[in-house]
């Protein structure tokens, strides 16, 4: 070690860590990839390189996603709300479901929230808890609806890393490799996603 290295490691002991972990890690990573093909054949062994394969797929993947997107909208638009909402006439809205809790009118049981939760809040003024309640039923079905979407969006995302993997890379061994590495940093995003659909505490 030379007389600099040596003064290096006494004055920024933090910064020759940081740089040996990451000496480190991208030796692992270059050791995952297997021995260093140098020839144009060895090359060929690997992946076939053709851009677009990689380009169509793509371009499948962004349209399912816009498909399901669509559909996401539709469902929120027509079962997202757990009484059915009526028009100005008191009429059903139309593009709202059927399939709501119970036959109670909408308008009744936001006057009957109203009457029940009346206290000693000012003439005029409604109590904050009683619309953050009315929220709260009415938005039950959001839940369930984005679940289902998460794991209808997750499952075209795996699908299409795994098929491009089929497709362009030949060399099974790697190809098991790097998919195990692409299943890390999916579980790794989707278990963040899963952190925006648990429920939210009342309160």
């Not at 469902?75 to 139309?94: I, K, L, Y």
């Not at 409604?126 to 979407?149: H, K």
């Amino acid at each position: 070690m030379s007389g600099a290295e040596k003064e290096m490691q006494l004055e920024f002991p933090s910064l020759v860590k940081e740089i040996e972990d990451l000496t480190r890690e991208t030796q692992n990573q270059l050791e995952m990839l297997g021995p260093s093909r140098q020839t144009s054949i060895d090359q060929r062994r690997v992946g076939v390189y053709r851009p677009e394969i990689e380009a169509r797929e793509a371009l499948r993947l962004r349209l399912r996603i816009r498909e399901l997107n669509e559909e996401f909208a539709e469902r929120m638009n027509r079962n997202g709300h757990a009484r059915v909402f009526r028009t100005v006439q008191n009429e059903v809205d139309q593009e709202s479901s059927r399939n709501s809790v119970g036959d109670e009118n909408i308008s009744d049981w936001i006057r009957k929230l109203y009457r029940d939760s009346r206290g000693v809040e000012l003439s005029g003024t409604v109590n904050p808890a009683v619309l953050e309640n009315m929220f709260r039923q009415q938005s039950a079905p959001w839940n369930q609806l984005a679940l289902e979407y998460y794991n209808s969006v997750r499952a075209a995302i795996t699908a299409f890393n795994n098929g491009v993997l089929g497709l362009i890379i030949t060399d099974e061994d790697l190809r098991r490799n790097l998919r195990a590495r692409l299943q890390r940093l999916e579980t790794s995003a989707f278990r963040r996603a899963e952190e925006y659909l648990k429920p939210a505490s009342p309160g």
